[in-house]
């Protein structure tokens, strides 16, 4: 009897409503975001019955708990229970929309029958932390903060060991971890007011970032009690990119396998040094735009920081003081021009790639011997020169003859070294050798370029190489002056400009990859003339250009 009155009760009145001091919470589960649904009322902890409930209540859940997309519905059952063995069941039946913004907006039903096999469930999708160590000489080391509903909160201490430093240091790409210091030995928040997010968060180590750990509730400490973590200062790795060689371009740094654009904010000569220092590529003679070379392939491609601030005297820029991330376009992009200074250079050659091999001893350059040298010692010196794939491995242009100390002799390479001093050889400057027996060497040049369709290779129509392919470049402002360092550049004497007729020797086929080329006619090379993007053009093969010279080219012998 007294049932069916609860039951009349309940029909006529109609469902009611959670009062809005109820607080929800998942228990029981993987992390914070799944488990047995337990609500709050007048400061006890109890479950709900698994009536009725359905998408729409565990979309209200998940929503309330800032835990993304509800996933599923399962039994409270499947979860670790409640240590409370007197632990009540407060609610039969929730009943939402799936609009709602907490479960206090919906309706109920009080219980009457549910016991705590019927424990309703929740899945959310698993909340993804946003890392930062604050306050630090780096982005490596200092406070540990999280990211929630857009603002920065501090991480409490307590239980905080180097099981969840490793985890944070792996997270961030920082190596290993080093230590765990106070948030206080950092810099201090700006935000007088932040919170500490969480009292414990429990990782075995193991885990590739935070969110995979273990959170225990949510508690407020100070920030006198705030984590901190000390990881390995992060090591960047520097490049120049789309310039004439590897000492001048666009200036790249890599961070988790990708490449990105340094931003030329606040960028200046003492980064510039910075950065020809750590590429061996001797003083900083400029910081030209990043525009002013060749574009990303990557069009996706992000700028890694707004600004780095070196002193000038740095071995390299991991040294150096990075400010905060920040996307910027890349006509914002850095740029670094570098003296070329190798301790490997090839000299005598039409050009930078193909010449006598010599090495620097004590300031003094002189040459290396042929003794010993083969396939694998050439791939070494084209690698080091940044000149591509080795071509010959001949003796030396019959024109010119090396000078000075011959340096090196019995020289033997496996092939996989980075540079030629790597490689074993004999005594230095103890040999036989004479001048006759000067190595010379050909590479693939990045920007390489030839004459074809002529009687001699000093006169035909000009092809330039780019990315293993050859291709005509368009007459658009062609004049004396770049016929001029087409000609010193293929040690053929002096351009006979405007003798050439492309008729005469027949258009190309295939890629135009340089237009509106300008030359001031004191450059070495065509590659230190200004011109469009590679392929960019508004030509067709009409108006290749031809080239003719005065000189024969230097001969190679066996």
Known sequence: MALLVFLLLAFFTGPAQFESSSTVRLVGGPHRCEGRVEVQQNGEWGTVCDDGWGMEDVAVVCRELNCGEAKWTPSGTLYTPSTDKDQKVFLQEVICQGHELNLSQCDQVEVFDCT????????????SLTVRLAGGPHRCEGRVEVQQNGEWHTMCHAGWGMEEAAVVCRELNCGEAKGTPRGTAYEP????????????????????????????????CFHNEGAGVQCEKPSLTVRLAGGPHRCEGRVEVQQNGEWHTMCHAGWGMEEAAVVCRELNCGEAKGTPRGTAYEPSTGTDQKVLMQEVICQGHELNLTACEPVDIFDCFHNEGAGVQCEMLENVRLVGGPRRCKGRVEVKHQGKWGTVCKAGWNLSAVKVVCRQLGCGKALLTKRCCSTTQGQGPIWLSEVSCSGRELSLQ??????????????????????????????????????????????????????????????????????????LFPSAKIQKFGRGVGRIWLDDVRCSGKEKSLEQCQHRFWGHHDCNHKEDVAVICSGKPCRWNS
Do not use: Y
């Open 116 to 127: 705590h096999d019927e424990d309703a469930g929740a899945q959310c999708e698993k909340p």
């Open 189 to 220: 928040s700006t935000g007088t007011d932040q919170k500490v997010l969480m009292q414990e968060v429990i990782c075995q180590g193991h885990e590739l970032n935070l969110t995979a750990c273990e959170p225990v509730d949510i508690f407020d």
């Open 422 to 495: 790597r490689c074993s050889s004999g005594i230095l400057g103890k040999n036989n050798c004479t001048h006759d027996d000067d190595m010379c060497v050909e590479c693939e040049d990045p920007f390489d370029l030839r004459l074809v369709g002529g009687d001699t290779n000093c006169s035909g129509r000009l092809e330039v190489l780019h990315k293993g392919e050859w291709g005509s470049v368009c007459d658009d402002g062609w004049g004396e002056e770049e016929d001029r360092t087409v000609c010193k550049q293929l040690g053929c004497g002096e351009s």
